[in-house]
């Protein structure tokens, strides 16, 4: 933050000395017109275009050295691969068409800058270049689209085939809240009509459905390796969105109607944590908290890398909050953990009123 300030006051100060050259020159009777651009300063503006086009590669070259390391880890999904081959083939072509465009852009604005007794030719049209340049485009932009929505496609490949885990992802302000579908692997109905606090129903889940009795209600995301998980997303208040960016996937959870996603988890917490990529991200993490713990700030615990559920929305004051952790663990872990879970029928039965409780209400 410090930087930046001290960047920002440099720039106001430069564009203060700018503003007082300006008027010192009007203020000087010989000083010739300044709303004509004569040779010398069409010559500069040209080496200036230069000078900025080397800047904006510098810039470029620097970000791709300085920030690199904060991107993602190597995809956890078994369609991750294929998203992140996509998605480096877009950046490649935009980055060299970038590159091109930009060098001719400044060298034509230094090679055919204003000169005395220079004429501009008129040139009407000509059919090849507008061929060329809209031909070019069309078949590079309408490769890119097709392949997208050809990998969209396999992506959204959301079926019953291969056994998939049924869990849904039900978004609130400002938390997530995971249900399963509990030993038949089928999800109760719910309904936010039915959603009964008292009894800590937070779901709205169907207490008259025989499929709702045995799902299970967490707040921490387990996923088995290697096994599809079809994920059913519902809203109870405003526009969520489901982003589970180690896994590329994303998407919104709509008030009032539900929405679908599936992807099957390669790697394991574990395993992601072994990653040379992912230790040096928790290195350099934990020796900034060392840092801030040092001087008695707060959020400096020592950190360990997990996968995150996170709200891509931006649905209120505490958006930036909204997380849940995912755990992705072997089947056998996934299993004993499930074990250890409260079914909604449990819950159910646990916060009904024992019949001691209804004489004494019915007596009253």
Known sequence: MTTLMIFIVLVLVGIAIWQMTKIFELTQLKTESGEIANDTDNKNNGYMLFAFLIFIYGITIFSFWKYSKFLLPEASSEHGGEYDYLMLVSFVIIFIV?????????????????????????YADNDRLEFIWTIIPVIVLAGLILWGLYTWTNIMDVNDEDDPLMVELYAQQFNWTARYGGEDNVLGKANVRMIDIDRANV?????????????????ELHLPVGRKVNFKMRSQDVLHSAYMPHFRA??????GMTTEFSFTPI????????????????????????QRAAKGEDNSDPWEYDYILLCNKICGKSHYNMQMRIIVETQ???????ASQKTF?????????SSEEETVAVAD
Request: with cysteine; glycine share 8%; aromatic share 10%.
């Open 98 to 122: 970038q590159t091109i465009t930009q060098a001719l852009l400044h060298y034509f604005g230094y090679k055919y800058r204003g000169k005395e007794g220079n004429k501009a030719l008129f």
């Open 203 to 219: 779901m709205g889940l169907d207490e008259g459905d025989s499929y709702a009795t045995d799902d299970v209600i967490v707040k």
């Open 250 to 255: 994303q998407m919104n959870c709509v008030p």
């Open 267 to 290: 790697k394991t917490t574990e395993e992601i944590r072994r990653d040379s990529d992912v230790i040096e991200k928790v290195k350099r993490t934990n020796a900034i908290r060392a």
């Open 332 to 338: 056998e872990e996934y299993d004993a953990w499930m």
């Open 345 to 353: 029928g449990e819950t159910m039965a646990g916060t009904a009123p």
